[in-house]
């Protein structure tokens, strides 16, 4: 059997569209297996803290990806996917606002995504693979039947980020929140390296206003699966 013959739903979008919540959901319906990609990257800019990598040394952090030694345990809808770096669980750390960032600025450098591509590849196993991230559609798995670009204005991602901290007893402003979401939307789309941008064949769904079991059945919808 060939890689193209599993199937993938690819779903691409911005932080904050509930893209995280809404794979795991699609995921664990269809009995399928889960990528999230920007773990990847997050534990990249992990890594090359604790080897004090700087973020613009790019030989070392290139050998810091292609080295990673990372595994993921699957977790009920709704809960971080577990993500544990040469045996530690650090499910809590990667999840971070600065480790967010630093994963934003890792993630411009092309040999950097390079050295993870085959890694994201592998995990196109039977029967089937949803994939989280910003480039699935484009550039991993540009054959996937069903892509799904998910989205919310910034305003929305800011709420609910805000409230999720608020539950985990963090306070921060939401006006910083917003002002920080910007930015790395700023980065992700305006960077030359594979640019956080609908697949031309990607199936584009606003989730503002929208709750998670309305954003499920959409996208169940979208993968035919309704
Ligand atoms: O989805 P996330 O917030 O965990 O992703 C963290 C960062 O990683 C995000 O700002 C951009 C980058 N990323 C990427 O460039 N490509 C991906 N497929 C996934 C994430």
Redesign the pocket.
Known sequence: MSDTDIPVITVDGP?GSGKGTITQMLAKKLGWHLLD???L??LTALAASRANVALDDEPALVKVAAGLDVAFEPTPPGEPVKVFLAGDDVTAEVRTESC?DD??KV?VIQPVRDALLQRQRDFRIMPGLVAD????GTVIFPDAPVKIFLTASAEERAQRRYSQLKDAGVSVSIDALLEEIRA?DER?MNRSA?PLKPADDAQVIDSTGLSIEEVLDRCMAAAGQA
């Open positions: 932080g990609s920007g773990a990257y997050r967010g994963a934003s993630a991230g910003r480039d699935m790395r992700d594979a």
